[in-house]
């Protein structure tokens, strides 16, 4: 069955601190991934996504992830911390050849807060 | 631009009663999405419109569900009768193509 794992439920880190949020999926094909943040009161925004190309992909708030096939990871990473930073994290994953079917499949997400 | 907008933000009705959510995808996108967030769980997938019709409702709990996109444009998701366990989050997207998903803010229902 396709799934998404975030292993790390809540994170706390020192701002100014690299971060590393952890996502690992299950799927038959190559999929379409992607990370969203929701800071609190908010919606969902898009932080960044990867279809194809460079494994390495920059998102928007200084946030960077890595594809790595032979892992099946899709890890979202920041170098340093700003107290603004302080969300919950999901990462999603989306059929890649499936047409017009782009129902995402989502992790459990991270809760992130950072300490001053 | 304005982005997804959801009506409303927040409903607290009885178990039994009827609830409506709507939501206004961009201007323009022909898809729309409804995911649900139950608290402690992951968001899941609901269903998805391809201009008025339904292109996947797999998601869809049961048939106390009902979901409508008259025109093609703004989008409804009615829960009758609400059960305690239909509470939650419900989020709605849009996309232009089949890439990217736009959400907006969410409706919190809570059933007591």
């Known amino acids: 069955a396709q799934s998404v794992t975030q292993p790390d439920i809540h994170i706390t880190v020192s701002e100014g601190a690299s971060l590393e949020l952890r996502c690992n999926y299950s799927?038959?094909?190559?999929?379409?991934l992607f990370w969203y943040v929701q800071s609190p009161g908010q919606g969902l925004q898009l932080l960044l996504k990867?279809?194809?190309?460079d494994t390495l992909v920059q998102g928007i708030k200084g946030f960077e992830a890595e594809f790595k096939r032979s892992q099946s990871s899709f890890n979202l990473r920041k170098p340093s911390v700003h107290w603004s930073d302080a969300a919950e994290y999901f990462c999603?994953?989306?059929?890649?050849?499936?047409?017009?079917?782009?129902?995402?499949?989502w992790g459990l997400g991270t809760s992130l807060a950072v300490n001053p | 631009e304005a982005g997804v907008t959801q009506f409303p933000s927040h409903s607290v009705i009885e178990k039994g009663q009827t609830v409506t959510l709507r939501c206004d995808p961009i201007?323009?996108?022909?898809?729309l999405y409804w995911y649900r967030r139950v608290m402690g769980k992951e968001i899941k997938f609901l269903l998805h419109?391809?201009?008025?019709?339904?292109?996947?409702e797999s998601g869809m709990p049961n048939n106390r569900f009902l979901a409508e996109r008259t025109g093609g444009t703004y989008s409804t998701l009615k829960v009758q009768p609400a059960e305690l366990e239909d509470s939650g989050v419900y989020f709605c997207?849009?996309?232009?193509?089949?890439?990217?998903?736009?959400f907006g803010p969410g409706t919190r229902l809570l059933v007591l």
């Open positions: 997207a849009s996309s232009r193509g089949a890439e990217t998903q736009y």
């Open positions: 201007s323009g996108h022909d898809n």
């Open positions: 419109f391809v201009k008025e019709s339904k292109q996947d």
């Open positions: 799927y038959g094909a190559t999929p379409y």
């Open positions: 990867y279809f194809s190309g």
């Open positions: 999603a994953v989306a059929p890649g050849n499936a047409g017009n079917n782009r129902k995402l499949i």
